[in-house]
T-cell receptor, first 116, second 114 residues
Framework: AQSVTQLGSHVSVSEGALVLLRCNYS??????LFWYVQYPNQGLQLLLK??????LVKGINGFEAEFKKSETSFHLTKPSAHMSDAAEYFC??????????????FGTGTRLTIIP | DGGITQSPKYLFRKEGQNVTLSCEQN?????MYWYRQDPGQGLRLIYY???????QKGDIAEGYSVSREKKESFPLTVTSAQKNPTAFYLC?????????????FGPGTRLTVL
């Protein structure tokens, strides 16, 4: 079984400041991890994914995340926040090698606000 | 352009009525999913389907039903048995149900029970 914990349901950062959104996972098997972004009243869009290749994953819009097995973490970062980054962000996990049973388990989300 | 369409965008229902949400994809994906989103609870899986004429219950299937008669279509019916149906419903699809394939999401349907 897998689970995800996103620390901080709301995060505010100033424009130009570092963005750090936290995600910790629990998995009984090697995990695959995903970050999705959701703008108001829209569906989710994939930012990046970790599938057991490089531990530092680069995604769209300047975001990146680092898989740290020892800390069971997959935090999302961006060096400089932009107003357009304001959205809700979801971390999700599934178990690698779960062929035929690949359900994603989502965290409860973090709403990111950018302060001008 | 390939993608997933959901209709309608907004839906209002009276208590005791069944209602069907549409989901269509032209991505030639095998797997399709329905999620429910409530504030502060993330996304919860209702039903998923790997192939035509086959589907499985997710974590919160009670009060919902689905069909998968065509590869492109995966409609969700919210029945009167669903006690608290007001929510944002998201449909998704993936190339095949393998862990490393991302899920693509539709724009969602917001259902309100009056």
């Amino acid at each position: 079984a897998q689970s995800v914990t996103q620390l901080g349901s709301h995060v505010s950062v100033s424009e130009g400041a570092l963005v750090l959104l936290r995600c910790n996972y629990s998995s009984s098997v090697p995990p695959y991890l995903f970050w999705y972004v959701q703008y108001p009243n829209q569906g989710l869009q994939l930012l990046l994914k970790y599938t057991s290749a490089a531990t530092l994953v680069k995604g769209i819009n300047g975001f990146e995340a680092e898989f740290k097995k020892s800390e069971t973490s997959f935090h999302l970062t961006k060096p400089s926040a932009h107003m357009s980054d304001a959205a809700e962000y979801f971390c999700a996990v599934t178990g690698a090698f779960n062929f035929g049973n690949e359900k994603l388990t989502f965290g409860t989300g973090t709403r990111l606000t950018i302060i001008p | 352009d390939g993608g997933i369409t959901q209709s309608p965008k907004y839906l209002f229902r009276k208590e005791g009525q069944n209602v069907t949400l549409s989901c269509e994809q032209n991505l030639n994906h095998d797997a399709m999913y329905w999620y429910r989103q409530d504030p502060g609870q993330g996304l919860r899986l209702i039903y998923y389907s790997q192939i035509v004429n086959d589907f499985q219950k997710g974590d919160i299937a009670e009060g919902y039903s689905v069909s998968r008669e065509k590869k492109e279509s995966f409609p969700l019916t919210v029945t009167s048995a669903q006690k608290n149906p007001t929510a944002f419903y998201l449909c998704a699809s993936s190339m095949r149900q393998l862990s490393y394939n991302e899920q693509f999401f539709g724009p969602g349907t917001r259902l309100t029970v009056l």
